[in-house]
């Protein structure tokens, strides 16, 4: 038997540091887990399509497919949705699958798949009664949400700035049990 590198889903959504996913994918990679990008529509606008294809070698999705085209992406082990912007974290909360990226993470959630989800907001939006209601949601769920000061729903309403928290969501990638497993598929692989 093989042990095969677990996937990941990296979820995308519109925000302005969109584009900090390309370092956070390659040290996934580097960790040694296979990525599949997947943007919300309005994610597609933030980053380079082309490159982040590049980088994991699978296609970018941002909508569904025909039911009777294959899948072209595995099976995820784990999923991060990073950023995540406010009306994602209430869709997926909400069990609100409009769009592919909140489909699939709505799936992962009813399967128990392990998830990270990383908002990124503005403290008006993260002072909002549904966000706060979403991120209880998510976690009762079993969700993994990352916070910052400036995401956190019971904070004051002033902006207290910051950066998007990549290497924390990171440690939690590297947490994960796919990540120190891997998953056994197969016959060995002769050399």
Known sequence: MTLASPVLYVVICGASNAAGSY??????????????????????????????ADLTGHPVRSAYKNPADPD???RADACVVAPASFNTVNKLANGICDTLAAG????????????IVAPWLNRALAGHGAYARSIACLRAEGVCVVLTEQTRPDRPRHDPGGSFPWAA????????????AGKVTGPPISR
């Open 72 to 74: 072209v992406l595995p």
């Open 104 to 115: 699939v993470v709505c799936e992962a959630i009813g399967d128990r798949t392990p998830i």
């Open 169 to 180: 969501v990171l440690a939690e990638v590297r947490g994960l049990p796919a990540a120190r």
């Open 23 to 52: 370092d956070f994918i390659a040290d996934t990679i580097d960790d040694g887990w296979r990525v599949c990008a997947i943007t919300t529509p309005m994610g597609a606008r933030f980053v380079d399509v082309a490159h982040l």
